[in-house]
T-cell receptor, first 111, second 118 residues
Framework: RKEVEQDPGPFNVPEGATVAFNCTYSNSASQSFFWYRQDCRKEPKLLMSVYSSGNEDGRFTAQLNRASQYISLLIRDSKLSDSATYLCVVKGGGATNKLIFGTGTLLAVQP | DAGVTQSPTHLIKTRGQQVTLRCSPKSGHDTVSWYQQALGQGPQFIFQYYEEEERQRGNFPDRFSGHQFPNYSSELNVNALLLGDSALYLC?????????????????FGNGTRLTVT
């Protein structure tokens, strides 16, 4: 079983749609959770951290369920510029900064 | 304020050769991590360097080795290249020495080096 698993995608949605990405992780000792965005042939960039209480940043909402070891990202009112690969990321247990990435889900927002 | 810089941006090698990739961390950062991202996959952790020592290592063979210099820059070396080593190699830096909780410093990624092995 992979340490971080995501919806395989791709997701093709029209502008203005709401889209949700899901992710599960296997290590119950994981402490920190993130969503990264990666544009084609570019480096990953931090989109947002994910907190147990849930957090929102504009059109983006992230949720964490520690009991189910499940993370989600909701994008409302999709824009063409949201087209990218969204990576679910978990920081492994321990004192180091090792990040464990899911395979990513490709989002294509259509005009 | 310079971000993370990597060189070269692209590289083509043949099987069996050796390659060295370079990374300069973001100004003020002291820790460098290396990741390998194969096509269609998420980045995979190779190793991390702090205070010129390898602090943690992922599931990569000994053909993958690295080094960190006193100025915090780092190199990734891969020996006896295989076709399967073709990937985007990402360097990420962070500042660990001033954090109360090690491992909680945000990572900043460089643009990566795209290695093609033929």
């Amino acid at each position: 079983r992979k340490e971080v698993e995501q919806d395989p995608g791709p997701f093709n949605v029209p502008e203005g749609a709401t889209v949700a990405f899901n992710c599960t992780y296997s290590n119950s000792a994981s402490q920190s959770f993130f969503w990264y965005r990666q544009d084609c042939r570019k480096e990953p960039k931090l989109l947002m951290s994910v907190y147990s209480s849930g957090n929102e940043d504009g059109r983006f909402t992230a949720q964490l369920n520690r009991a189910s070891q499940y993370i989600s990202l909701l994008i409302r009112d999709s824009k063409l510029s949201d087209s990218a690969t969204y990576l679910c990321v978990v920081k492994g247990g321990g004192a180091t900064n090792k990040l464990i990435f899911g395979t990513g889900t490709l989002l294509a927002v259509q005009p | 304020d310079a971000g993370v810089t990597q060189s070269p941006t692209h590289l083509i090698k043949t099987r069996g050769q050796q390659v060295t990739l370079r990374c300069s961390p973001k100004s003020g950062h002291d820790t460098v991590s290396w990741y390998q991202q194969a096509l269609g996959q998420g980045p995979q952790f190779i190793f991390q360097y702090y205070e010129e020592e390898e602090r943690q290592r992922g599931n990569f063979p000994d053909r993958f080795s690295g080094h960190q210099f006193p100025n915090y820059s780092s190199e990734l070396n891969v020996n006896a290249l295989l076709l399967g080593d073709s990937a985007l190699y990402l360097c990420a830096s962070s500042l660990e020495s001033r954090h109360i909780s090690p491992g909680n410093s945000p990572l900043h990624f460089g643009n990566g080096t795209r290695l093609t092995v033929t």
